[in-house]
């Protein structure tokens, strides 16, 4: 295992315009290689922008999704690098799952380590998993994985199968209805600095097989958790998987509803019905 | 402190008509109101360079530069300028929240007199700029260099400078009050019909009222009215049927603009006082404000409807102060909605949701619908939000006072948020 650590953050918009230069001709196992950052502290500009565009109050920690955000340029780097097997555009996040121990304070200095895993045979392609661990003065304080399906890509031999669904119980009744505006994925790239260009505009979106341009999961996952506020403890398991793409605009609806030991969500199309977010909010034991 | 509380006296109150939004108030702001309001109240009680104990009024829809606007109304008033005041804002519970206010002071032995009130505009409301340009604009102040000032101004767009008018929309919810009302209606299965006749009754009891001059010395006109210009004393419940439901979906939309009420302009006062301060002054007393209890739902992840909060907080009031709900004369209950009423009704009748919901093991049970807004509501008069619960404290003690002594009524007030204000009036 080869682990890097890097000095500062990777900048997201070269690595996307890399990885899409370097799309074809990929193939082969997932590296064996942990990219990481030590020291990092949040930026309080940007988490008081991150905070606003998804509705979280903002306080003396971090929102449950917030460490996402540090740890993801490193994932696209890991992506981006030509030694990855797939390629990051057209990549789709299907599942989010993350772990927070506890909660994590605004000041604190975080060790971010990230790396690929479970190479997975879905029956659109095949699914990987990016992890992320994040640590405070040593101690593991938030874990996340996200698991990208890269259609038509096909898992190496003996893979295990995709694991990219999440149980939810009846959802029927409606929390709130959200008018997701067209600037939605420009508002959530500005702050988050996702900025892969099937968010930003119908036309970047159109040059990647989607109709309009789609809001980002993590949006979609952090709004969710945000209507939730004051109402999940510390330590929480939150586990999302994502559903149809959310074209921009649209009105959804999020359904909420209290089950033993947490919550469980959904956010669907307000006309169509149609899923784009089912997931689980549990206490960590 | 005192050796024991007195119960506040409703000595009288004023209001001016209320308008239809856009209509004959639309150059008139909430100070403009208010202070209008407020002098017809010291016109009428011989207030005029008094000092009260204190003003509470208060305004939902409120532009930031009237922070003050109680102190300010009171300032443009005949009032004595060494009369104190504030603002309060629970929605539409504010006026009835701020005679509770009033009246917990006078019980307490702060105050002698006070005066509650409230006010709204929904013409002259307080649009906004755009928050991207809100933003712009805060970071241009603060910036110090010509860089600074032109990094900031880089960041003007078009379609920033669309103002942001204030909408009528739960901020958790993203869903507006009307629909929110026809989600509780559909699960309680709220019917067209029952909901246009209450919106019948309602006009029919307030025409009445008006003809046989019960509002002479609750009204003062303004601006040229002198009745509220949402009354339609000659309509019908064939007229109420035409209309179109304009809350809800499909077969089950049953809110039209005739059985909700519309946005409104009006403002309204109170005056309070101990029995020694109305005998000292020669004034009547119509009733006492035996009690209030507020209450707050869950309207978000909790299943509960955005306006049953008063269904919760009644039977708190009741079991505080021995009563049961058949103990009232008259009962004023808050037509936000006609289902909204109906809805309140329906569930203290039902044993499930009583115990469920409120934990009683008998329902509270029906009441007396011929005792139900006697003198018409909301959907008649129309329903400045902060001026509501004036208006229904004022009618509630000159209907208790005029039926003779011993009579007893219940004030119930949704309001947004969730949230609830009930009281007990008694003469």
Not at chain 1, 50 to 73: I, M, N
Not at chain 1, 103 to 108: A, F, H, P, R, T
Not at chain 1, 251 to 263: D, F, N, S, Y
Not at chain 2, 169 to 185: D, F, K, N, Q
């Amino acid at each position: 295992m080869v682990r890097t650590v890097l000095s500062e953050t990777p900048a997201l918009p070269a690595l996307f315009a890399r990885a899409t230069l370097s799309a074809r001709g990929r193939g082969g196992d997932l590296p064996d290689t942990r990219l990481a950052r030590e020291g990092v502290v949040a930026d309080p500009a940007q988490l008081a922008g991150y905070a606003r565009v998804c509705r979280f109050p903002l306080g003396d920690t971090l929102p449950v999704t917030f460490p996402h955000l540090l740890a993801f340029p490193l994932q696209v780097a890991l992506m981006a690098d030509r030694a990855f097997p797939l390629a990051l555009p057209g990549l789709v996040h299907v599942r989010n799952r993350i772990e927070a121990v506890r909660s994590i304070g605004v000041g604190e200095a975080l060790d971010l380590e990230v790396w690929a895993e479970r190479f997975a045979r879905h029956r659109g392609g095949a699914t990987v998993d990016l992890r992320a661990s994040v640590s405070a003065g040593g101690e593991e304080v938030w874990r996340g994985r996200s698991t990208y399906l890269a259609r038509g890509a096909q898992a190496p031999e003996g893979a295990p199968d995709a694991d990219v669904d999440v149980e939810v119980g009846v959802l029927d009744r409606i929390a709130a209805q959200w008018q997701v505006h067209d600037d939605a994925g420009r508002r959530y790239a500005k702050v988050s600095g996702d900025v892969n260009p099937i968010h930003l505009s119908g036309l970047t979106a159109k040059a990647f097989g989607f109709k309009r341009a789609i809001a980002h999961g993590m949006w979609v996952k952090a709004r969710a958790l945000a209507a939730l506020s004051g109402r999940l403890p510390d330590a929480v398991d939150v586990d999302v998987a994502f559903r149809k793409p959310l074209l921009l605009p649209s009105t959804v609806l999020l359904a909420t509803e209290q089950v033993e030991g947490g919550w469980d969500l959904a956010v669907r199309n307000a006309s169509a019905g149609t899923e784009h977010l089912l997931g689980t909010v549990r206490a960590r034991r | 402190m005192p050796a024991q509380f007195r119960k506040a006296a409703i000595v009288g109150g004023n209001r001016i008509p209320f308008a239809r939004a856009n209509g004959a108030y639309a150059r008139a702001g909430n100070q403009d109101m208010l202070t209008a309001t407020l002098d017809g109240l010291v016109a009428r009680f011989g207030l005029q360079g008094q000092t009260v104990g204190e003003v509470a009024a208060g305004a939902v829809l409120k532009h930031s530069r009237d922070f003050n606007l109680t102190r300010e109304s009171v300032l443009g008033s005949r009032l004595s300028a060494a009369t104190p005041s504030y603002d309060v804002q629970q929605a539409c519970g504010t006026g009835l929240e701020t005679a509770v206010l009033v009246a917990n002071k006078i019980a307490l032995g702060q105050i002698e007199c006070g005066i509650a009130g409230g006010v709204d505009t929904a013409s002259d409301a307080p649009i906004a700029v755009n928050e991207d340009l809100r933003r712009m604009l805060i970071s241009l102040g603060s910036a110090k260099t010509v860089q600074q000032r032109l990094k900031a101004l880089s960041g003007i767009r078009p379609g920033q400078l669309l103002p942001e008018v204030p909408r009528n929309v739960e901020p958790r919810t993203g869903l507006s009050m009307g629909e929110h009302a026809a989600i509780t209606a559909r699960e309680w299965e709220i019917g067209r019909e029952e909901q246009d006749q209450l919106a019948l009754r309602s006009h029919q009891n307030l025409a009445a009222a008006y003809d046989r001059g019960f509002f002479d010395d609750l009204v003062t006109p303004f601006l040229g009215l002198t009745r509220d210009d949402n009354l339609r004393p000659d309509t019908s419940l064939e007229k109420l049927a035409t209309l179109r439901p304009v809350f809800g979906a499909g077969e089950s939309a049953t809110m039209t603009a005739g059985n909700s009420t519309p946005l409104t302009d009006g403002a309204s006062a109170v005056l309070l006082a101990s029995d020694e301060w109305a005998a000292a002054h020669d004034l009547p007393v119509l009733a006492h404000l035996v009690d209030a209890q507020t209450a707050a739902v869950d309207h978000v992840h909790g299943g509960e409807g955005l306006l049953m909060a008063p269904v919760h907080a009644v039977p708190v009031l009741l079991a505080r102060n021995g009563l049961t709900l058949q103990d009232f004369d008259f009962y004023e209950v808050h037509e936000a909605f006609a289902s909204t009423v109906l809805a309140t009704l329906r569930a203290w009748e039902n044993p499930g949701y009583c115990k469920e919901r409120l934990g009683l093991d008998t329902p509270l049970g029906p009441i007396d619908r011929s005792r139900l807004n006697v003198h018409g509501s909301s959907l008649a008069t129309g329903h400045p939000f902060a001026a509501t619960g004036g208006r229904i404290v004022a009618t509630l003690a000159k209907t208790l006072s005029e039926a003779g002594p011993g009579k007893r009524g219940l004030i119930s007030v949704c309001a947004a948020g969730g949230q609830g204000v009930v009281a007990v009036l008694e003469s």
